[in-house]
């Protein structure tokens, strides 16, 4: 990777995300990260310097909570950077309760799927500019858990669940990443802008926290050797800037050797895939984001 490349990265502040940045700064990267707090963003910043000395790193907060807060910082991050060679869209939840965020969408819907569809669409005349580019996202193949997906339904869902009955939610969010990601691939085709998604495989991370025996469970597993966050963090690197991957667009690809992956219906459909991002623009604009409403409908 060029040390002019400019990446931009979501959820780096734990977890596979903090490591696919040390691997990315490592390689003369510029990070553009995003963060909620700047606790959290300056021990990052230490572990990442420690990890690549002299490694660039621009920190912007946003609680990806708040679709205004997203709206916000991609302005932010658009008006300032006038090159993005890389969006990588990692931040995630998985949570084992239903809680509804200050717009009235579920916390998990916003963070997984709402917010990485917003910051792209606010990144992406930088980025198609900046072509050759990539952007990243990061599914998971919990995915083939999410049962049947109606757009118009699901993504205004905020009905109750149980622990059990979160991970179809987790997955139909994910099903909505992957979904999203090939559509835009076919949008930004012949534009220079290379769209992959990934499965991560299954990480020892902070993303089951809010499980009460987590950090045992952590403990136990890493002690077996199983789950390496490493593994997870490396396929999003390789997509990222492997010049491999620098022509390929519309892939969804294994945490395994990056084997190419088949998603489950109705994501291997063109028409179903076209009808989820109609209903996700109708939706964010119904709701009305202000100055941020005419960047989302550029990319309809």
Not at 64 to 86: G, K, P, Q
Not at 89 to 112: C, K, L, P, S, Y
Not at 139 to 168: I, N
Not at 213 to 234: K, T, Y
Request: proline fraction near 4%.
């Amino acid at each position: 990777m060029s040390s002019a490349s400019t990446v931009v990265l979501t959820g780096a502040t734990s977890g596979i995300g903090q490591l696919a940045a040390i691997a990315l700064a490592r390689q003369g990267a510029h990070l553009v990260l995003t963060a909620r707090n700047k606790v959290k963003a300056s021990a990052t910043r230490a572990i990442i310097q420690t990890a690549a000395p002299g490694a660039r790193i621009d920190f912007h907060y946003a609680d990806f909570t708040s679709l205004d807060a997203v709206a916000a910082v991609a302005t932010e991050i658009a008006s300032r950077y006038e090159r993005i060679d890389v969006l990588i869209n990692n931040a995630g939840i998985h949570a084992f309760e239903q809680r509804v965020t200050v717009d009235g969408f579920a916390e998990m819907m916003v963070v997984n799927y709402l917010a990485p569809w917003l910051l792209t669409a606010g990144l992406r005349d930088n980025l198609v500019r900046s072509a050759p580019s990539r952007i990243v996202t990061v599914a998971s193949e919990a995915s083939r858990r999410s049962g049947d997906l109606v757009p118009d339904r699901d993504l205004s869902d905020t009905t109750p669940f149980t622990r059990l009955g979160s991970s179809k939610k987790y997955g139909q969010t994910k099903l909505m990443n992957i979904m999203f990601s090939q559509e835009l691939a076919l949008q930004l085709k012949d534009t220079g802008v290379a769209v992959n998604c990934l499965d991560p495989g299954f990480n020892v991370t902070g993303l089951g926290r809010e499980l009460g025996f987590a950090s045992s469970l952590e403990r136990v597993l890493g002690w077996l050797n199983v789950g390496d966050p490493q593994r997870g963090a490396g396929i999003i690197v390789r997509l990222a800037a492997d010049p491999a991957f620098s022509a390929v667009s519309g892939g969804y690809f294994s945490v395994k050797d990056a084997r190419p992956l088949q998603p489950i219906a109705p994501a291997d459909s063109a028409a179903a895939r076209r009808e989820l991002w109609s209903a996700t623009s109708a939706l964010l604009d119904s709701f009305g984001l202000g100055p941020f409403a005419a960047i989302e409908k550029a990319m309809r």
